[in-house]
């Protein structure tokens, strides 16, 4: 389905610094009505970057939920059940599971709120840090990266749905991230191929 949105939210959902989309949030809202859809983006918003040990400290949970994700994938047969049972509790922080039965503004709202995340998260791997070689002590060259994070994309969005028969419930969360790493550049498409047949050579 598309994830329709509302032009004056699109800003909003662009902006990658927290404080910048607090602001923006503050500024949408005082031109429009309150809604549901209102009330459930602040709801993200406030379950996104609430740290609940320190509440005036703004930390990102959704963003954290997809740096572990990919490792859900290469984990032993043994902890499947607890694994999948994991990933659900994944998918409500996020809000895919309610918004499964939800109206389509509802499902827009999450959709476009986990695409952020993801966005956010594909920022962070052009750092230096990510995807380094030999135990850390090498960096990896810019087209490594984009062959790790297609690897890493694939796993949360191919390899861990099926694995764990969890395709229509992740739905909303890997169309928000596929979507998300396609936007990232020409060589997407092809990245995520090869990921895929990397990935049907190895068995667990």
């Known amino acids: 389905m598309e994830y329709l949105q509302s032009s004056l939210w699109g800003d909003y959902y662009r902006e990658l610094d927290p404080d910048k989309r607090q602001a923006m949030f503050d500024d949408v809202t005082g031109q429009l009505e309150e809604d549901e859809q209102t009330e459930l983006r602040r709801s993200l918003f406030i379950r996104r970057h609430t740290n609940p040990k320190d509440a ?22 043994l902890f499947s059940k607890r694994y999948r049972g994991e990933i659900l509790k994944i998918m409500d922080l996020l809000g895919v599971t309610a918004a499964a039965e939800g109206s389509d503004m509802e499902k827009a709202a999450v959709y476009w709120e986990i695409r952020n995340t993801a966005e956010r998260y594909l920022m962070t791997t052009r750092g230096s840090e990510y995807g380094r070689k030999f135990f850390g002590i090498m960096p990896s060259s810019d087209q490594e990266k984009r062959r790790r994070l297609a690897g890493d994309i694939w796993a949360m969005t191919k390899g861990v749905p099926v694995r764990y028969g969890l395709e229509k419930e992740m739905k909303l969360f890997t169309d928000a991230v596929l979507d998300a790493f396609y936007l990232s550049g020409d060589d997407a498409e092809d990245l995520l191929r090869e990921a895929a047949e990397k990935a049907a050579r190895k068995k667990f």
């Open 56 to 77: 005036s400290a703004m930390v990102d949970n959704f963003l954290w939920q997809l740096v572990v994700m990919p490792s859900y994938y290469g984990t032993l047969n």
